[in-house]
């Protein structure tokens, strides 16, 4: 994820024109990018017709072909029929749906017991900072990983325990909330049990169950986004495969990071030494980059009943199926939504699976909204049978006893050195992807990349 | 602060404007504002690493929207209800991963008696409490010592204990409020109201289950509008009778000591517990002891007396989502239920009091059990929307029309039963990003057999969050119905607007 300055490289050259701008402002409303001004913008980037990073299904090699299964039909489980009859983690050749169950392993949040200091923000298109830091302990009930979710957890049960402890700012000192994740199928509907204990009241609540397209408080992101990603509930498509050399970007105003090694110590790291898939990642090819297979989700209306959604768009790792960039679209079709990432290797004894997120970008598009969250300082748990029953239940929130490793030092300091924008590049996949920017989104986006940070 | 929140919105639609850039300038600079945390707290905790040191100070100021007047027995000659001044600081010091030392203290500055020319406002005389705290007892508010283990916690000092799961007060009894905005009084203000006593606090967790048991030597009595201060009930006559001193329970004996016990079960997707708690009624009973007839009228001769009462509570919630509802899809909702039952609370009543000023020894009251309960649903709308219904009842068992007071957990005078049926919606507006929040409550007060209606209490807020650090709210509050003597009726003329801006540290 090392910051890519290439984006400099289009100062002066993506230059909306402003009469222009105002005239489309005016009459519509919004700005529909056309296709020569983003291609100055794939120039400007780098991203020149020669050095294309991305194929259509069509355009694939023989040998790509061969490691991908193009069938949509597929056997299924006899237990379980709306999983494959093959059993996950799957073999190859990958059908798009086998690749869907791959980047479920790598949801929010990794698939083992564990704990994390996680620094979170978000930024108002005026530049307004919320900033927090939260204790985070997790304790995953079935056997690590995603097919201990699939296979050994009974529809209607619990698989995943979140503690969620505040330590910042102070008005959220000691408030703390309980998730209880919950398998579902088709029969078992209920997602989540939440509990929340507000310190100021002194009391435990138990909250309604939570509605899945609803906003978290205060920040770009939907309870759908981070908290349920089902492969069931989607038909999945290959669209091709890309080269992704960014992913998370830091702006020019921000030089450094201060992040936690895996033993706990702190460490002030330049932001170009960061890398999208973490430093034990095998596959980065020749220039640094990451190979994807880009693949569609599409809701299925049997279960996802009156879906904010048309579609969901990822880029997915080619080695491990990680998602690097997921990208939502609204009802209406455009593009309202872009969740980028990068990650590290934290349980090695999961071979591949053992990935987990390191740092997302958050970019409601529609309303101009960032946000950004760092799994930071980390700590495997193989909770006890006494730790099971006594942290991970609503009452345990009225002792204020912090569980997590130490705060995070990774949350950013002010509005001028947040994250950037995710990058567009609407030039991919274009006839998949439709990207219309409100039009002062599209200035400020447009500045952004001119002077490499934010601009308000 | 309306204006702030619909400028916060503005630079979505009118980016690059003079206004919006003036305006995005100021948002940058507020939102990392944070000048204690920066040059106080920060410093101290990297001192001392050891050391949490947090704090809020807010300032909360109401005024009255009626014309100065006379209203039943007060001269309401004042327009501002509070002006209100709270800085806290909270210490908390860890010893070891078990032990830890709390602190938090209060100072408190009310500006009503000071800043506006008033006759009506003398509360300082009777206690300069209602004007700020002078005294340990109420600037240290909370000290304690507290040790954990993984399944055993225990608490001793200082400290206040919340119970219950609900807003109001049905099984969250065991320490006394400082109850000086009477009826507006609000469930977020219970943490700065309850008065905290010393006592001795232990939990067991076993399972997902806890039992607490509590051991409070140490009484407090809930504290009333003082007499002369602003929200000091207009309908409450001056006092024709002799009031002796009250006597009060002693710490020194055990027999006046009191006890608690909570349990707590936690069975997916219901937890519920059970309560019960050996208390003293925190409100004294005033027993009529005597009459004085010397210049020719009778004068009763009034002894204040805290009086004993067992409680049992149970309190539950439930979750779950109906599906297919017409407009809004999935509706997640939860039920809370809680409910306390008393025993022996003592109510006046008019034949026994006429008996004990002939000399009876019944002093003029009598002993009912009452029932304060109340069922919430809430509702989870779309857009992160809350709207939540709760009926609210109050219950004097074994009612007759002679009795003539209030009571512990009963209805009010002249009434066998009360029914609040209490509905809240909030939204939050995401154009602001959720920074702005709106918010009504209304609170009708329903009785019989004697007050029909007592009236409906309706608040609006408006709350913005400036930055991570602070929060300003706008609230209005009107009191309607009911007669002049009425819970709600009373302060018909008491509608106001106030304010709220807190900084945490």
Redesign the interface.
Known sequence: MSFDRSHQGSRGKLQLDSALTTRWSGSVGVLVLGAVMWGQVLLGAGWAEAERTWKSVQELSAEELRAVDLRTETPRDATFPYLPAERYPFSPPYTAEEMGYRAMEFSHFARWSHALGTAAGSITPSGHLFTENNLDSFCYLPTEGLSGQLYDTAPGTPYLKLLSQGVFPPERYSNQSLFVLYRTDDKAMGETDLFVYTHALRRVRRQPPIRRQDYYARTAMRFDDILVQNAWEYVWKLLGTDILFTTVRFPVTRQTITLADLDGTFRERAVTELKLMGEAYPAYTADGGVACYVVEAVPRPEWRRASHLSRLIYWLDRQTFFPLRIESYGRQGSLMFVEVRTARLLNPQLGERGYAAHIFVFWDVERDFLSYDVHDTYQYHSWSALDKTVFFTPDFMRRRWFLGPPRSQAGVPSAAEFYLRPALDPGKFSHERMIRLPAEVAARVEAQETVGHLVF | MVLTALC?G???????GML?DT???F??V???FDPV?TYVSQPIEKTIPALTF???FRQWSDINLHRNQKVGFRNKDFRFLQLQNLLEIELHYQFTDNLELTNINHFLYDGVYNWQDSGGLFAPRFSETARHYHNFERIVRELNLSY?T??F?IVIGKQ???W??MDGRFIDMINPMDVRESVQLE??D??YRRLPTWMANA?Y?F??H?LQLLYIPNFEQERLPTVGSPWFPPSVPPLDAIVKKRKRPSAGDFGDHEYGARL?I?M??L?WGLIYFYAWNDNPTFFITGADRSDGTVTPILTPRHTRLHHLGVTA?????F?GVPLV??L???V?IEGLYSFGVKFADARRQLAALAGGDSGGQASRDTLRAAIAL???L???TSFIVQPSLFTTFGWRKSIVSSGFGGATASNEWNLLPVVFVEH?F??T???LRASITVFPFLGAPGRHYEGTKSKLVVSY?F???I?GRLIYTTYDGGGRDSTFGQYDKWDNIGWEVSY??
Do not use: L
């Open positions: 916060s503005w630079p979505a639609r009118g980016y690059g919006s305006w995005s300038r948002d940058r507020a939102s990392i945390g947090k704090g809020f954990r993984h399944s916690d206040q204990i919340a219950g799961k469930a977020s219970f943490e939990t967790f399972g997902a806890s707590d936690s997916d997707p937890t919630d439930y979750a779950t989502a599906s899809g999935d997640p909702v939860v809370r809430e509702f989870a779309p857009g992160n939050p995401r154009f990003r959720d920074r969050k930055s991570r650090f929060t945490e540290f």
